[in-house]
Each structure stands twice: as structure tokens, then as C-alpha cells.
């Protein structure tokens, strides 16, 4: 085959210059890559100068007139135990064993404290347990991976620090109403604050879910304390958190990760079922409470420096003065998703000498995580997120809904004050920290309808509003309107406005039309009430 030679470059005619010409000045061209690399980059650097998280926002502040402490607890429990015998099939080591049980308290913290200890980070150290746990939910746990996650939640989120003060002094209940100017401007509030506490700070302890820590539900646990309770969130070690370090006085520190049923069998070998796996869960979560329980009570009569000394964590120096300051005899009960479900067995039976619970606190109960605990004897406010009611689901072969729906109201029949209610437009991890942190990604991701802030607000209110009733048999808020939704209504927008109740009608004819009821009928629906 001929090549053909290149073709040469035409000559210049006579009439063509031979001065070269003048080369043309580029003109800028302002190109999309060039601006998203300098925003980027500013962005980062501005981060990186002011201490910011990459891609998320700081956790704010508390909105409640005290001020709040955290203190890190992990203790041995009274008696080391076997809870159930699952053996981990690589290692035959018990799955189920209780040795130390780690909790945080939340509490309300004397004005004008100051820590000298840094504050907590929302992902506890070190973040490698957390990230590598994260991998191993989704099933892609291999090395690369799970040091990628690791690294992906460090530069993101590593530097994201809780905003509570650690380790400072229990509020003293009355000076904060007579030595606080701007409190005295809202009086009222402030009364009812002191009045809940006149037989020591209401103490709730807090179960976390499925895939999650004690540190994901800071912020409506540090709301309430700053409105003055005192809230245990715990820390499970029964496979559902992503990675837990177990410290212990003489051993070498020990990371719990998260692990399954497939991981699991008897002694004799034979293999877990899932409902075996999710009973036995369920099982050491009871077992958890029940200790945090103890010590709680321990540092009521005056046993607080014991608990301070026997404390890996380093923290609670202050725990001494605490003797009687706590009402461990009515303590609250609370969870979400599988903290839920757990919560709900909780009260099983009624209150007991090591389950004190006057009331249970149940915010979208799982619905694959064992069936729901009925053997309920006290009152009990159940949320559901607006995902979780307006997505059907077989729970036990029926709508999942409908079983919640028939718990509460049952307990109703039996003459126990109790409440079923949705918050509409929020999601399921509305009530964690995660959408306060990652606001946009989150709505997306979710398709949370409401305000972030808005939606986590609500959930403290109606909380608020229940420890209220228990304490002092009124109802307010949301807790005073009758249910007039025995389904879930979809609706439009956060959901069908009815006519108003107590002589209220939308829109006029009569009634008030722009009291609270009014942003109540917005932002919920009640299933189920005593009214």
C-alpha cells in the first residue's frame, strides 16, 4: 500500500506580508471547573482556619435555661454475667457477656461552670471502630474499605465536638430562678422547671437503635438537660452499635464491633435463627438498663466517689455532691427503633426495684427487630416519625402500625393515660443529630419534609410535655388535643387539617384560629389519646 507524504503547506503569495503578525492576547474565559476549584478550595481553607467540619455544620447550641454537663461513665457491672449463649463462631468466645456498661449522662450544669477538659467528639475515639463498623453493616468490610470509610468520616466529621460542658457541677435547682436576670422575664417556664424537681432531677435513660452510638442523640438529649432533666444515653454492646471500645481497668482496650446472627451459634454448634438472635439482644439490652439503673441509684445515696474511682472513662469528679439530687425512684424509660422495642421490654411487668419506670418514652418502635412488648402498665407517649407511619410494613402478619395502634390504645382501656401520635414531615433519624449535622444530604436522602430544627424542636416539646404529665398529671400541648386520627392520613403537605377541637374551627366560625392548636394540627396527628 503507497503512503501518501503529508501535504505541504500552501505558499505564500507575493501579496502576503512577510512581517509576522502580532500574537492575540488571550482573553480569560471564567470556566465552571476554574470556579468550583477556587470555592472548593477556599471553602476548605476556611474550614481548616476556623476548626469547621468538612461538608457539615456544627451541632448548636442548647436553647433551655440551664446550662449542660456530660460526663462519660463506664463502670464494671455488680455481678459479670452471661446474658445468653451465643458463642462467636470464629473465637467461641460469649457473645452475650456483661462485664462493664458504658452510658453518657446529660444533665443540667451549674451556672457559669467552666470545664478545664475538652469537650466531648460526636464520633468517639478511636473513629476507626466507628467507620469500620459502618463498612460492615453495608457488607463491604474489607480492609480498603473500611479505612476509607474511616477516613471519609474524619475529614467530614472528625472534628465535630458535642457542645455540653464535660465534667462540670449538677445545677443547684434554686438559684438559677432567682440569679438569672433574663430567666426571670419568663417566670412561668421557670416554675415548672423548679416544680418537676422538687423530689430531685427527673432521670430518663435513653436506647439507641439499629446502626447506631450513644453519641447519636446528643442534641435532644443536651435540649432536655438543659430544661432540666437528667438523661443516661447508653451505649449497647449487644452488636447494633457500629463499634464500641470496652474499657476495663487491667486489660487491654477492647473493640467491640458490630456482628450478626450468621456470626453467632450454641455452644454445640448449631446456628442462630434470627429471632433467637434478635430475643437475646433484646435480652442484654434489658440487662444494660438494669445496671445503669444501679449506678444511678448508687450516686443518689451518696455512693458517687465509689463510682468516680471505678470509672475507666476518667470522669465524674463531681459525682459525690450528686447524693439525693435524683429521683431514681421514677425514672423514665426511652428509646428509638430498636432502642424503642427495647424500652418497650423494659416496662414489661410494671415498675420493678431494678426497672424504677414511671412512664416510657417510645420514638418510632422497631419493625424488624422482635415483637413489641403489650405487658405495659404505665403511661407511655409513642411517636412515630411521618416515614415510619406513612410507609406500610407485615409486622407479625399485620400492618405494623395497626399493632402500635392496638399497645397504646389497649393501655388507654386499661385506664393508663397514653398517647400514639405521627410527627409529620420528619423521617426516621429526625430525632437523631445526624440531619442537624448534615442538614441538606439528610432531607435529600430521606425526604424529611420539615425544618431540621423545627422537626427535632417538636420532638423535645412533646417529650417535655409528657415528663410533665407524669410528674404533675397535666396536660399540655399536644398532650391536651383529642385523637382525631385513628389512621394515618397522608394527606397534603404535613398532613389534613380537621376542624378544631375545644370550640376551635380552621379558618374562622368562631373559634380561635391562630392559637397553639393551631401549629399543633401542622406539625402532628394523634392516633390515640386518653381525651
Not at 470522669?315 to 459525690?320: F, S
Not at 403537605?493 to 378544631?500: N, S
Request: charged share 20%; aromatic share 10%.
Amino acid at each position: 500500500m503507497r503512503m501518501e507524504p503529508f501535504p505541504e503547506a500552501p505558499a505564500m503569495s507575493k501579496s502576503s506580508t512577510t512581517r509576522p503578525r502580532t500574537p492575540a492576547v488571550p482573553r480569560p474565559r471564567l470556566r465552571w471547573r476554574y470556579v468550583l476549584g477556587a470555592v472548593t478550595a477556599i471553602y476548605v481553607v476556611y474550614c481548616y482556619i476556623f476548626s469547621l467540619p468538612l461538608l457539615a455544620r456544627p451541632l448548636p447550641q442548647y436553647t433551655g435555661p440551664y446550662p449542660v454537663g456530660a460526663v462519660d461513665i463506664e463502670t464494671p457491672t455488680t455481678e459479670p454475667r452471661v446474658i445468653d449463649e451465643a458463642v462467636f463462631e470464629d473465637t467461641k468466645e460469649n457473645a452475650f457477656e456483661l462485664e462493664t456498661v458504658l452510658f453518657t449522662l446529660y444533665y443540667p450544669a451549674a451556672q457559669h461552670a467552666v470545664s478545664h477538659k475538652p469537650k466531648h467528639y460526636w464520633i468517639p475515639r478511636p473513629i476507626s471502630a466507628t467507620g469500620e463498623g459502618y463498612a460492615k453493616f453495608a457488607h463491604i468490610n474489607k480492609y480498603f474499605i473500611g479505612k476509607l470509610v474511616t477516613g471519609g468520616l474524619a475529614t467530614m466529621l472528625g472534628s465535630i465536638e458535642i457542645p455540653a460542658q464535660v465534667d462540670v457541677p449538677l445545677a443547684d435547682l434554686v438559684s438559677i430562678a432567682t440569679e438569672t436576670p433574663e430567666i426571670r422575664d419568663d417566670m412561668k417556664e421557670v416554675e415548672k422547671v423548679i416544680q418537676i424537681q422538687k423530689g430531685g432531677h427527673p432521670v430518663i435513660v435513653f436506647s439507641h437503635g439499629m446502626a447506631s452510638r450513644r453519641t447519636d442523640y446528643t442534641h435532644y438529649a443536651g435540649e432536655l438537660a438543659s430544661r432540666g432533666y437528667v438523661v443516661a444515653l447508653l451505649e449497647h454492646r449487644d452488636g447494633s452499635c457500629p463499634g464500641s471500645v470496652i474499657l476495663r481497668p487491667g486489660y487491654a482496650d477492647q473493640v467491640r464491633m458490630t456482628f450478626d446472627a450468621s456470626e453467632v451459634g450454641t455452644p454445640s454448634g448449631r446456628t442462630f435463627t434470627v429471632d433467637e438472635f434478635k430475643r437475646a439482644q433484646l435480652d442484654f439490652r434489658e440487662a444494660e438498663i438494669e445496671e445503669v439503673v444501679h449506678i444511678l441509684q448508687l450516686i443518689n445515696e451518696g455512693h458517687g466517689k465509689d463510682v468516680y474511682k471505678k470509672n475507666s472513662r476518667g470522669e465524674g469528679a463531681d459525682l459525690g455532691n450528686w447524693k439525693g439530687r435524683l429521683n431514681t425512684d421514677e425514672m423514665v424509660v426511652a428509646g428509638h427503633s430498636y432502642g424503642a422495642t427495647g424500652a418497650m421490654q423494659a416496662l414489661r411487668g410494671g415498675p420493678s426495684a431494678k426497672r424504677p419506670f414511671r412512664g416510657g418514652i417510645i420514638l418510632d418502635p422497631g419493625k424488624s427487630s422482635g415483637r413489641l412488648n403489650d405487658d405495659i402498665r404505665v403511661p407511655v407517649l409513642v411517636v412515630h416519625s411521618n416515614s415510619w407511619s406513612s410507609r406500610s410494613s407485615v409486622f407479625y402478619g399485620r400492618a405494623h402500625f395497626d399493632a402500635v395502634f392496638d399497645i397504646v390504645e389497649n393501655n388507654v382501656l386499661r385506664g393508663t393515660p397514653s398517647w400514639f401520635a405521627t410527627s409529620l414531615g420528619t423521617a426516621h433519624p429526625s430525632v437523631t443529630d445526624a440531619p442537624l449535622i448534615e442538614p441538606l444530604i439528610l432531607s435529600w436522602t430521606t425526604g424529611a419534609r420539615i425544618d431540621v430544627d423545627e422537626a427535632l424542636r417538636q420532638y423535645v416539646h412533646v417529650t417535655e410535655d409528657f415528663l410533665w404529665f407524669l410528674t404533675t398529671g397535666g396536660r399540655r400541648g399536644l398532650l391536651a388535643e383529642r385523637a382525631e386520627f385513628p389512621r394515618y392520613d397522608e394527606g397534603s403537605g404535613f398532613g389534613v387539617w380537621k376542624p378544631g377541637q375545644n370550640g376551635s374551627v380552621e379558618g374562622g366560625g368562631g373559634g380561635e384560629v391562630d392559637g397553639p392548636w393551631f401549629d399543633w394540627r401542622r406539625y402532628w396527628q394523634v392516633h390515640v389519646s386518653p381525651n
